[in-house]
């Protein structure tokens, strides 16, 4: 791991891994201002008091995160690339959406839109890979897989993941504490409807 300089504000911790920053994560998220990434931890505060901090801590052995909350999202999957998904793992429709309601997944960390959530730990047959072109409009509530993680699109935006269906749920919402419905640690269960 790699410690690099944010600002004058702030250290990035470098991981080899997403397991790695998750572990320091784990260890480092309720003595410090700390927000992870996919192989990446960043730590907000006094740069010398955060390195301090880090060369006294060791990455965590359970890397789980949080309360564990378990969430339902509910699932209508007729999305536009489920059948390209199906080609793709050799499993049928059916065994795609089976797959992905049968394994609980994990969240790992936010990303790129307030209320979006990387989610890990699904069924390894459902590893694929993006579009091979982006579309410039998803659909707010669209479900989609890309590499080893799946998530929901918080509101419209363009993305590049492989659509699988679509959920009513709302990802984020300002008037709600906290306003993103899905935090690092929380187990995601997907419900064919």
Same mark, same amino acid.
């Given at each position: 791991?790699?410690?690099?300089?944010?600002?004058?504000?702030?250290?990035?911790?470098?991981?080899?891994?997403?397991?790695?920053?998750?572990?320091?994560?784990?260890?480092?998220?309720?003595?410090?201002?700390?927000?992870?990434?996919? %192989?990446?931890?960043?730590?907000?505060?006094? #740069?010398?008091?955060?390195? %301090?901090?880090?060369?006294?801590?060791?990455?965590?052995?359970?890397?789980?995160?949080?309360?564990?909350?378990?969430?339902?999202?509910?699932?209508?999957?007729?999305?536009?690339?489920?059948?390209?998904?199906?080609?793709?793992?050799?499993?049928? #429709?059916?065994?795609?959406?089976?797959?992905?309601?049968?394994?609980?997944?994990?969240?790992?960390? *936010?990303?790129?839109?307030?209320?979006?959530?990387?989610?890990?730990?699904?069924?390894?047959?459902?590893?694929?890979? %993006? %579009?091979?072109? #982006?579309?410039?409009?998803?659909?707010? *509530?669209?479900?989609?897989?890309? *590499?080893?993680?799946?998530?929901?699109?918080?509101?419209?935006?363009?993305?590049?993941?492989?659509?699988?269906?679509?959920?009513?749920?709302?990802?984020?919402?300002?008037?709600?504490?906290?306003?993103?419905?899905?935090?690092?640690?929380?187990?995601?269960?997907?419900?064919?409807?």
């Amino acid at each position: 791991m790699k410690i690099l300089p944010s600002g004058d504000r702030a250290v990035l911790l470098d991981c080899e891994s997403l397991d790695e920053a998750q572990a320091w994560f784990a260890a480092l998220h309720e003595q410090a201002d700390a927000v992870l990434g996919a %192989r990446t931890v960043l730590l907000r505060g006094t #740069p010398a008091e955060l390195l %301090r901090l880090v060369a006294h801590t060791q990455p965590a052995e359970d890397s789980a995160v949080g309360a564990g909350a378990e969430i339902k999202i509910a699932v209508t999957y007729d999305g536009e690339d489920l059948d390209h998904v199906a080609a793709h793992t050799g499993l049928t #429709p059916d065994e795609v959406v089976a797959a992905h309601t049968g394994t609980p997944w994990t969240v790992a960390f *936010g990303g790129f839109a307030p209320g979006f959530a990387y989610l890990v730990g699904g069924d390894e047959r459902l590893i694929v890979p %993006r %579009r091979d072109s #982006p579309r410039t409009s998803v659909p707010a *509530g669209s479900v989609g897989l890309a *590499g080893e993680f799946s998530g929901v699109y918080p509101r419209s935006s363009p993305g590049g993941w492989q659509l699988i269906g679509r959920t009513d749920a709302v990802m984020f919402d300002v008037d709600r504490d906290p306003p993103a419905l899905l935090s690092p640690g929380a187990t995601v269960r997907f419900v064919a409807t």
